[in-house]
Nanobody, 123 residues
Framework: QVQLVESGGGLVQAGGSLRLSCAVS????????MGWFRQAPGKEREFVAA????????YYGDSVKGRFTFSREGAKNTVYLQMNLLKPDDTAVYYC????????????????WGQGTQVTVSS
């Protein structure tokens, strides 16, 4: 089992920034693809960003490209999502995710979820 605990959500004005953190614990001996998803009220859970356990560079959903940055700090077993130029449409619960698949773009590829952290962007 892998446990994921998010933090860093909150209320911010449009144009502002937030950084989300996800602490990873448990059976982390196996490397997992790590990512972020979000879910706004009345909408399906949406892919935001991820980094494959194979390596390479992070990849992003179209709606956040150029504004959000995914990073991973191996020594601390923590992943981050730096969110800049936030818009009201970014308001959602943000979930940290881990998967055994090298690709993580849809919810069916996620094996473990965090509990979520609320991000609210006011206009």
């Amino acid at each position: 089992q892998v446990q994921l605990v998010e933090s860093g959500g909150g209320l911010v004005q449009a144009g502002g920034s937030l950084r989300l953190s996800c602490a990873v614990s448990g059976r982390t001996g196996r490397t997992y693809t790590m990512g972020w998803f979000r879910q706004a009220p009345g909408k399906e859970r949406e892919f935001v960003a991820a980094l494959s356990w194979i390596g390479g560079t992070p990849y992003y959903g179209d709606s956040v490209k150029g504004r959000f940055t995914f990073s991973r700090e191996g020594a601390k077993n923590t992943v981050y999502l730096q969110m800049n130029l936030l818009k009201p449409d970014d308001t959602a619960v943000y979930y940290c995710a881990a998967g055994r698949s090298p690709i993580l773009r849809v919810v069916t590829e996620v094996d473990f979820w965090g509990q979520g952290t609320q991000v609210t962007v006011s206009s």
